[in-house]
């Protein structure tokens, strides 16, 4: 089976492109972009998105910086042809390359940034690097990953979320979806050992009272478990959080880091 989190293969794409779009139209998503955004502290030139999926970062960029020239880069074929499919006339082109390899030459852009990609990366730190390698000397590095220990629930029995945080693991495990599931606590650790100064790290803590709203931004969804042969093991999960719907308790938290630096 291919991974989940790549762009692979039409289920894979199709799954993926939804989960993102769903993401990025969430208010919870929106929150932690504009914390980077802020830290970031970009006014245009040349802008660099490595992993950029869907590409609505980039296009969201263009919009805000007119006169910047943005660049969505992926490593997979099928991410860039997604993307381009949903251009919309704005200033960004989308490119294959691989972030541990980027095809740009030293000190190439203005501004890099990289959005829960490297939580699924085996080395991130040769990507970090080599994220700061394109980055012009006094430009900003921005990171944005996930804590995916950080997942916790409410309303159910006293020891419900070590098991629900196992499901969680085993479910990124077998869908090979992530690498690294401390990555966003990491960020900070990785801008200062790639050498990066002035760095400034935030945690942004996402609330859901609304599975709905939760879905897209954590695999909590019985699709999610299906594709993994999971349903079984999930249902009395689900089955918990569908009753703390009903009841109105349900609530799910989870921290996403936001993490800058200078070259
Ligand atoms: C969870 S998605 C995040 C997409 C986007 N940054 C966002 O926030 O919506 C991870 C993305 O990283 C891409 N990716 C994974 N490994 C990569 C690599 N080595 N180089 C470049 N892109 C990679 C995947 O194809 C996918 O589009």
């Given at each position: 089976m291919d991974t989940i989190s790549d762009f692979s293969g039409t289920t894979q794409t199709a799954l993926l492109r939804d989960y993102l779009s769903l993401a990025a139209g969430s208010s919870a998503i929106q929150r932690v972009r504009a914390a980077g955004l802020a830290m970031w502290e970009v006014d245009g030139g040349r802008l660099l998105d490595v992993?950029?999926?869907?590409?609505e970062v980039a296009r969201e960029l263009s919009a805000l910086l007119p006169e910047a020239e943005v660049t969505a880069v992926d490593h997979s074929a099928d991410a860039v042809a997604t993307a381009s499919g949903l251009?919309?006339?704005?200033?960004v082109s989308y490119e294959v390359g691989d972030a541990y390899a980027l095809p740009y030459p030293d000190g190439h852009f203005d501004g890099v940034r990289s959005e829960?990609?490297?939580?699924?990366?085996?080395e991130p730190d040769r990507a970090v690097a080599e994220m700061a390698r394109v980055l012009r000397p006094g430009g900003r590095l921005l990171l944005i990953d996930t804590e995916w220990q950080s997942f916790r629930v409410d309303?159910?029995?006293?020891?419900f979320n070590e098991e629900c945080l196992a499901l969680l693991m085993e479910w990124q495990a077998r869908a090979r979806s992530?690498?690294?599931?401390?990555s966003g606590r990491t960020l900070r650790r990785r801008l200062v050992t790639a050498g990066l100064t002035d760095v400034r790290t935030e945690p942004v803590t996402l609330v859901f009272t609304d599975l709905a709203e939760a879905a897209p931004i954590m695999p909590i969804g019985a699709e999610m478990f299906a594709y993994v042969g999971m349903e079984d093991r999930a249902a009395g999960w689900l089955a918990d959080l569908e009753r703390a719907v009903a009841d109105g308790t349900f609530l799910v938290t989870l921290t996403i880091w936001v993490a800058a630096g200078t070259r």
């Open positions: 992993g950029s999926g869907n590409g251009h919309d006339g704005s200033r829960r990609v490297l939580q699924h990366l085996a309303g159910s029995p006293e020891n992530v690498d690294s599931p401390p």
